[in-house]
């Protein structure tokens, strides 16, 4: 693409796109500086740009609560589900893509109806499941959970993929003599591989994200990241540069992740819909 | 190939949604019939529709059915509007706009505890919040955003979460635009509305329609914005349906009238999935 000159709409485009972009970052940019000062630097009024940076609010962020075990629980429960879902979701998509029958349709849209369902309104039967099989404040339950509430993202975006994919070449493979699973390995992964990897990174997000059953299914034991910065409502709120860390710690794996994977990721989401 | 192994295939993905719909829906159906009080586990007398008409006549009902039509419309709105906004505005190659576009997604990868903390301490706090400042600095008296408008300040932060899921799906609408198309109205002497009201707009229609379908499976349920900042409160002001079943579940131990509760969410939602299953099936299937 040839260099555009710098006609004056031109400068004034990119200088409000700039500040559009700086402005909703700005939030972001604050708890990373924040994060870095002592407390009484943090909230010093006008607040202070220039400093020089500490770590020791994520010293006692890890000393005071054990941030590696949560660590340790927001990968397992979300790296877990989203394995087993695309082992659910990848036979269902794969069959509805290519055997179309006259229901297919009907099944997709009754699949992403479950969604539609608030979690909240399976709350209470969820707990009471959950207490009654000991598997309240566990990362089984979690990684179930999540699963679950995945499911029908995770077969929509596949299935949207799939049909991309020319059938023509499985048939041609399947003449040839292939079994299900030389054709899964030799024709299925190598094409669908971009849309199984953007699903896969869509329900990892969603997974480390998910805060609604983590809060009211876990805790000491089981808990997520979502779950230990919860713990920081109040009044410990107050200690910024603590809070900042905290918080820092448990975003910066997903959102510098999202960075290197957000194109993949909308085009994904928009379910094949929007080119 | 015979015609078994596609169904067999498909089978465990029907097979768990089944259970994961039919399961909590049959409990919640039996809960809500009973009384059902999980400090009272014992007694569990027939209670035939009490549950419902506790739930619906509580006078934090029909505040709960409200706030969560404003959330989900005020987000949706602001969402749409702004997200239309700034993807036209970076739609065309400007310096930096590679770095632009990380900066604006950025905040769609924050989990909403951190983004409801960092907004309820940093941005909102009455005396040191950065918005507090930035209104002194203007000679305004600080808001204490959360407690006058506590409703305002979730919708804030959920649209900030969400805008640029919206913008980024809009971004990527309009780089399939024809530009031939685009060009010749432009050498035709179409001003910038023209093309924006003949040639922009309807061709994001479709993509608006995936952003309002997403938006609303995600946002019906908003509970942790809520739980992590205000609580509901003050009284019933940002408490949603969502918010309203978790406290009659887990607060108040009544089990029997959160079911009744979850059967009216489920019956609010259906409504809401109808109605855009056939709006966005019809899209879908172009």
């Known amino acids: 693409m040839a260099r555009s000159r710098l006609t004056p709409t031109l400068m004034a485009r990119t200088v409000l796109a700039w500040a559009v972009a700086l402005l909703l970052f700005f939030p972001l940019a604050f708890l990373f500086l924040t994060a870095f000062k002592t407390e009484l630097q943090a909230i010093a009024v006008p607040p202070e740009l220039i400093f020089s940076p500490t770590l020791e609010s994520f010293r006692e962020v890890h000393t005071r609560s054990d941030y590696l075990l949560f660590a340790k629980n927001s990968v397992i429960t979300s790296v877990v589900s989203t394995l087993l879902g695309l082992l659910i979701a990848v036979p269902a998509a794969y069959s509805m893509a290519f055997f179309r029958g006259p229901r297919t349709k009907d099944i997709l849209m009754w699949m992403l109806s479950t969604k539609m369902m608030p979690a909240v309104g399976a709350l209470v039967p969820v707990y009471v499941l959950a207490q009654y099989s000991g598997l309240l404040d566990t990362k089984l339950a979690l990684i179930i959970l999540f699963m679950l509430s995945n499911l029908p993202i995770m077969v929509w975006m596949l299935y949207s993929h799939f049909k991309d994919i020319p059938p023509e070449i499985l048939e041609a493979a399947r003449m040839d003599g292939a079994n299900l699973w030389q054709e899964f390995r030799r024709v299925l992964l190598p094409l669908g591989m971009g849309g199984m990897a953007s699903t896969g990174l869509l329900c990892l997000v969603l997974s480390w994200n998910e805060a609604f059953w983590s809060l009211n299914l876990s805790s000491a034991k089981a808990g997520t990241l979502a779950t230990l910065i919860a713990s920081y409502s109040s009044p410990e709120g107050l200690f910024w540069a603590k809070l900042s860390a905290a918080s820092l710690l448990a975003i910066a794996p997903i959102v510098v992740f999202g960075w290197f994977s957000q194109k993949q990721l909308v085009q994904g989401l928009t379910f094949g819909a929007v080119k | ?286």
């Open chain 2, 1 to 286: 190939m015979n015609r078994l192994l596609p169904r067999l295939l498909l089978a465990p993905a029907v097979t768990t949604l089944f259970l994961w719909m039919i399961v909590p829906l049959g409990m919640s159906i039996y809960f809500s019939l009973i009384r059902f009080n999980l400090l009272q586990p014992d007694q569990h007398g027939f209670a035939g529709l009490e549950n419902f008409e506790y739930f619906v006549t509580d006078p934090s009902f029909s505040v709960a059915v409200l706030n969560t039509l404003l959330l989900l419309g005020s987000v949706i709105l602001i969402t749409v509007l702004l997200g239309v906004l700034i993807a036209l505005l970076i739609d065309e190659p400007f310096p930096g706009r590679g770095i632009v576009r990380v900066l604006l997604i950025s905040p769609f990868f924050v989990m909403p505890t951190v983004n409801a903390l960092l907004w309820k301490h940093m941005m909102m706090n009455p005396i040191y919040g950065v918005l507090a400042q930035v209104w002194q600095f203007f000679g305004a008296q600080p808001v204490d955003w959360l407690t006058e408008h506590p409703l305002f300040s979730v919708i804030v932060m959920v649209s900030w979460q969400w805008l640029p899921f919206a913008t980024l799906i809009f971004v990527t609408s309009l780089q399939s635009m024809n530009r031939e198309q685009l060009e010749a109205a432009r050498m035709d002497g179409a001003n910038y509305l023209q093309q924006l009201r003949y040639l922009y707009l309807p061709h994001l229609a479709r993509s608006v329609a995936v952003v309002v379908m997403i938006e609303l499976i995600f946002l019906l349920s908003v509970f942790a914005e809520i739980f992590t900042t205000t609580g509901g409160g003050p009284g019933d002001a940002s408490t949603n349906v969502a918010f309203l079943i978790f406290k009659q579940a887990l607060l108040n131990f009544d089990a029997g009238v959160a079911s009744a509760g979850a059967l009216f969410a489920v019956v609010l939602a259906n409504i809401a999935a109808a109605f855009l299953i056939r709006l966005v099936g019809k899209n879908l299937d172009k």
